[in-house]
């Protein structure tokens, strides 16, 4: 079983940064694939980016790409979410996701571990 935690969440002001976290519980696979994903009040869960654990590449949705940074951190089993330039539209609860699995995932039914979730605020 595959435990994720996130930390990091709070309220910001547009244009400011945030740094999300989300910290695997257990021995970590190389074979991980690791997404961020968003739910703003009233709307469905979208994927924000991924990486893969092994080889570091990433993918990001459009409306992120440029101000969003996914890395990972083999020493603190940790994968990082940096947010620069933040909008209010950016609002919403941030999920991290994990799966084993060799392609970069982008829909949240590829992802099988789940953390709480955090929120984020962004004021105008």
């Known amino acids: 079983q595959v435990q994720l935690v996130e930390s990091g969440g709070g309220l910001v002001q547009a244009g400011g940064s945030l740094r999300l976290s989300c910290t695997i519980a257990g021995r970590v696979s190389y074979y991980y694939v690791m997404g961020w994903f968003r739910q703003a009040p009233g709307k469905e869960r979208e994927f924000v980016g991924a990486i893969r654990w092994r080889v570091a590449d990433t993918v990001y949705a459009d409306s992120v790409k440029g101000r969003f940074t996914i890395s990972r951190d083999d020493a603190k089993n940790t994968v990082s979410l940096q947010m620069n330039s933040l909008k209010p539209e950016d609002t919403a609860v941030y999920y991290c996701?994990?799966?084993?699995?060799?392609?970069?995932?982008?829909?949240?039914?590829?992802?099988?571990?789940w953390g709480q979730g955090t929120q984020v605020t962004v004021a105008s």
């Open positions: 996701a994990g799966d084993f699995g060799g392609l970069l995932k982008t829909t949240s039914d590829g992802y099988r571990y």
